[in-house]
């Protein structure tokens, strides 16, 4: 996939990053973000998760702002070996996301990032620019959350 030029409407792009360090070996955690079907499970603001086929599915995203979005991914990278996963999204959401997972067989760094535009119909681009700290702040509590989230899933299985 080609790089985001967030030149072309800056304030409905988003750069996020967040780092999840975790008390699972890097092979479980990696197994359990590679699993993109029970991410609804374990992580409260994943409401909905369908796979299309191997390498689509589709997912609706909401966290503590009554907005909810609707994506859909393209798994571009799955490599257990190289503990990297991505996606393209496309939707309310055009970018990418991927995980990174580093560590030994007693803990794991999980390594997010995620670049995309925020083109959901409907909401301004004004009220986006305007709200921008308070999205953001919504993305670290959905992050804060998912990793709660899994490491309970985790302790579970």
Same mark, same amino acid.
């Given at each position: 996939?080609? @790089?985001? %030029?967030?030149?072309?409407?800056?304030?409905?792009?988003?750069?996020?990053?967040?780092?999840?360090?975790?008390?699972?070996?890097? %092979?479980?955690?990696?197994? !359990?973000?590679? %699993?993109?079907?029970?991410?609804?499970?374990?992580?409260?603001?994943? &409401?909905?998760?369908?796979?299309?086929?191997?390498?689509?599915?589709?997912?609706? /995203?909401?966290? /503590? +702002? @009554?907005?909810? /979005?609707?994506?859909?991914?393209?798994?571009?990278?799955?490599? !257990?070996?190289?503990?990297?996963? &991505?996606?393209?999204?496309?939707?309310?959401?055009?970018?990418?996301?991927?995980?990174?997972?580093?560590? %030994?067989?007693?803990?794991? &760094?999980?390594?997010?990032?995620?670049?995309?535009?925020?083109?959901?119909?409907?909401?301004?681009?004004?009220?986006?620019?305007?709200? &921008? @700290?308070?999205?953001?702040?919504?993305?670290?509590?959905?992050?804060?959350?998912?990793?709660?989230?899994? +490491?309970?899933?985790? !302790?579970?299985?």
């Amino acid at each position: 996939m080609r @790089p985001i %030029d967030e030149r072309q409407h800056p304030s409905r792009f988003f750069r996020m990053t967040s780092s999840w360090s975790l008390p699972y070996s890097r %092979d479980v955690v990696f197994d !359990a973000l590679a %699993d993109a079907d029970s991410y609804r499970l374990w992580w409260p603001q994943v &409401r909905e998760v369908r796979r299309l086929d191997e390498t689509h599915g589709t997912a609706r /995203l909401r966290a /503590l +702002i @009554p907005m909810a /979005l609707h994506i859909t991914l393209t798994q571009r990278v799955n490599d !257990a070996v190289r503990g990297e996963l &991505r996606a393209d999204l496309t939707g309310d959401l055009v970018g990418w996301t991927s995980w990174h997972i580093h560590g %030994d067989n007693r803990t794991a &760094r999980a390594e997010f990032a995620q670049e995309a535009y925020l083109v959901k119909k409907g909401v301004p681009t004004w009220s986006v620019h305007a709200a &921008r @700290p308070i999205l953001v702040a919504n993305h670290r509590s959905m992050m804060w959350s998912g990793r709660r989230g899994l +490491i309970r899933h985790l !302790a579970g299985s």
